[in-house]
Every structure is written in structure tokens, then in C-alpha cells.
């Protein structure tokens, strides 16, 4: 048998708020989206939640609720998905890949700096692999920050939930993701107007006024399951942390993430390692050969798609990092063939 390197953790409370959804006969975004967007926006500190159909959505409208327009340009990091790049040539603007810094493998701030014009718009900051980063040196260079919490919902900066930093913050409820719902995704900001935009433009039927907008509403059923797994992350993260602990026994300074600083609290979503002396594709050849599925963290760096682009550091993770399987579903078993390849591999480094 295969460990996978993720499966979904349900239980008989998302399918019983699965089934009461359907037998209310009201399926479209309603009550439980209204439940959703209130619970998150409240569990990382913002004052309104506006939920959408998916991540990339998400960042597309919060892109144009910014403001950012043809021709302005946003600041991304390259060791990412492509969403991003997906989200901002959605509002044809120019993405501009910076790289990340080789602490907390998220964007690097000198790097933000350094590629930051009169043309900047906005910088959308994810907080990689459930590790955050240093976004609070990019929020003070005065340019709007979208923060990316698709993969770090749980995790703190200082004691402060990820999320409650950015001008506008991201989520996600994809299959694999933290709070995983199969799709969706969700908005949150502070500023009342932003909202009341973002209310309006998620949906175009019945309206007042005629212009551009988009289909981008969450139901009711995917909602139902987000609001479950919501209410089951400590128990996520407390299973999270148990497998994390036995690989960390094996691996120790092997561990990229989570990074060991109190100020930067990981919600152990990822458990990313390298080895000295063998490539990322050698590590996960050797995986497949022994019934474990480990992967890149990315698939491909986005500016790698490119011609003419040079980000060292990125460039130099992909080539070497693998993501472990560490998810709550993961059976004892699961956990023990796992750690039997980390001593195979890693313990005599």
C-alpha cells in the first residue's frame, strides 16, 4: 500500500453538515456561507470575511478591489503556484517574481525592495508551506500587501493570527489545502467599502447598475464542510504536530520547515526537508521505490517559464526541497513507514 502525501480528513460531522444543507433544500451561497465568512474573519482578526468560489478568485478580486489596473505591477514571489500569476494577468496587470529569503523560504523583502518602481501596485505575500514570513518589512515599504493564507490559516507572527497583517488578506479551501473543502475561497479586509465592493461584484445577477462582474460565489454545501474543518484545526494541528515530533527525531537540522523561532509560528501544514547529497527527484524516486509518495513543494518556480529570469535562491530550493506526507489522517502505520525511510536516508548524516 501507498502512503499517499495527502488525503482528506472527514468525518461524520462534515457529512451530517453535508446532508443538512441538501435537506434544508437551500444549496446556493446562504446561511452557512454567512457562518463561514463571520468565524474566519473573527479567527484571524479581521472585521469582514467575503467568501468566493476559489483561491484565485479570491486574489483577483481583492487585486481589483486594490485598485490595480492594465499595465501597473505587482510584486510575487516565483516559489509559489501559479495562482498568482494567474490573478494578476487576470487584471492585466505585469507580475514581477522577486525571490525568497533562505530562513523562512518566503519572499524576500530586500528583494521586494529592490524590484519595486513607480510602477507597484501591490505585493501579494504568501506565507509558504504554513510558514510565515517577513511581511511586516514589506508592509513597511507603503505598498499594499495582499497576504496569502491559503496554506497558513492557524499559523502566528508574534502571537497574531497569519492573515490580520495584509491590506486585504487570501484564503483557500481547496481539497488539500489547511481547511480543505474541495474549492472556495475567501476575502478578508477591514475597510468597509472594500467590503461593500466585494459583496457586489462577487455576483451579477440583480442589480441595480450594469458593469463588469463575475461569477464568483461560494455555496452553501462547501461552506457546510469549511465550517467543519474550521472547528477541527486544534485537533488537525495537535495530529500534525505528533507525526512532526517523530520525524524530527530522525531529521533534526534536516528540517526546513517548520523553521524553530518562537516570533514565527508555523501551523504545520508542510514538513520540508533536504539532504545534502541528493537532489530533490533522487529523494523522491527513492520514495516511490519504497511505497511513499513525497513531493516538490512547487511544481515549477513561475518565472522558470520564462526566459531571461535569474532568482538563485529560489531556484536553488526547488532543485533540492521535498515535502513529506504529514496530514491528520495519516495512520500510525503510515507514520512508522515514513520514519523508517527518514532513518534509511537521513539518520547517519
Known amino acids: 500500500m501507498i502512503v ?25 451561497q446562504g446561511k452557512r456561507v454567512a457562518e463561514l ?31 490595480v489596473l492594465p499595465g501597473d505591477e505587482v510584486i510575487i514571489p516565483a516559489y509559489t503556484c501559479t495562482a498568482l500569476w494567474h490573478a494578476v494577468k487576470a487584471v492585466d496587470a505585469i507580475p514581477v517574481f522577486a525571490d525568497i529569503e533562505l530562513k523562512y523560504w518566503n519572499l524576500d523583502p530586500g528583494d521586494v525592495k529592490r524590484k519595486m518602481t513607480t510602477k507597484t501596485k501591490a505585493v501579494i505575500f504568501p506565507h509558504m508551506f504554513g510558514q510565515p514570513g517577513k511581511i511586516l518589512d514589506v508592509i513597511d515599504f507603503g505598498v499594499p500587501v ?68 463575475v461569477n464568483a460565489k461560494m455555496n452553501d454545501i462547501t461552506a457546510s464542510i469549511a465550517l467543519e474543518q474550521l472547528r477541527r484545526l486544534p485537533e488537525f494541528t495537535a495530529r500534525r504536530k505528533q507525526i512532526f515530533k517523530q520525524y524530527e527525531s530522525v531529521l533534526k537540522d534536516r528540517v526546513l520547515i517548520p523553521v524553530r523561532d518562537s516570533g514565527f509560528q508555523s501551523n504545520l501544514y508542510r514538513c520540508i526537508v533536504s539532504h545534502p547529497e541528493k537532489t530533490a527527484e533522487e529523494l523522491i524516486q527513492l520514495g516511490k521505490e519504497n511505497g ?11 518565472h522558470m517559464y520564462f526566459k531571461g529570469n535569474n532568482l ?12 513529506l506526507p504529514i496530514f491528520p489522517d ?11 525511510f527518514l532513518k534509511q536516508h537521513f539518520s547517519q548524516l
Not at 474549492?183 to 467590503?195: A, H, M, P, S, V
Not at 511513499?292 to 513561475?302: A, G, S
Not at 495519516?330 to 523508517?340: G, I, P, Q, S, Y
Open 4 to 28: 499517499p502525501h495527502y488525503r482528506p480528513s472527514f468525518s461524520i460531522r462534515e457529512i451530517t453538515a453535508v446532508r443538512d444543507v441538501i435537506d434544508s433544500g437551500h444549496i446556493a
Open 37 to 67: 465568512e463571520f468565524a474566519l474573519a473573527e479567527f484571524i482578526e479581521k472585521k469582514f470575511g467575503i467568501a468566493v468560489s476559489s483561491g484565485t478568485s479570491a486574489l483577483t478580486l481583492a487585486l481589483k478591489a486594490l485598485k
Open 146 to 213: 495582499i497576504e496569502d493564507i491559503a496554506q497558513s490559516i492557524g499559523a502566528q507572527i508574534n502571537d497574531q493570527p497569519a492573515g490580520r497583517f495584509g491590506s486585504v488578506s487570501i484564503g483557500s479551501f481547496y481539497a488539500t489545502k489547511v481547511i480543505g473543502a474541495g474549492e472556495g475561497g475567501i476575502i478578508f479586509t477591514n475597510d468597509k467599502t472594500l467590503e461593500n465592493y466585494l459583496r457586489d461584484v462577487r455576483e451579477y445577477d440583480e442589480k441595480e447598475t450594469l458593469f463588469p462582474r
Open 292 to 302: 511513499i509518495t513525497l513531493r516538490k513543494p512547487v511544481y515549477k518556480p513561475i
Open 312 to 323: 538563485k535562491n529560489t531556484e536553488s530550493a526547488w532543485k533540492k526541497q521535498v515535502s
Open 330 to 340: 495519516m495512520t500510525d502505520f503510515e507514520v512508522n513507514r515514513v520514519n523508517n
